[in-house]
């Protein structure tokens, strides 16, 4: 049984603080899970994506926060 994806909350840190907190829980997390990021940087959006190229990880997507937070979540998974 699993759990929901691994949460980082990069709220209010400027990049590169994203890209290198998620290199950071990849790998406690088992591959084919997810790590969701929570960003309101910009550069996130490129960025995040781009580690995931570089890597050989899955960027599954980004979607805008609701409830009340200003940011992005990306989830990423673990392919290797």
Known sequence: MTSGPRLVDCLGRPCP???????????????????????????AALDLPAFCRLRGHRYVG????VDGRTGTAYDVERLS
């Open 17 to 43: 603080v994203p890209v290198i907190e998620l290199a950071r829980a990849l790998p406690d997390v088992r591959v084919g899970e997810r790590v969701t990021v929570l960003s309101d940087d910009p550069a």
């Open 62 to 65: 980004a979607t805008p926060l």
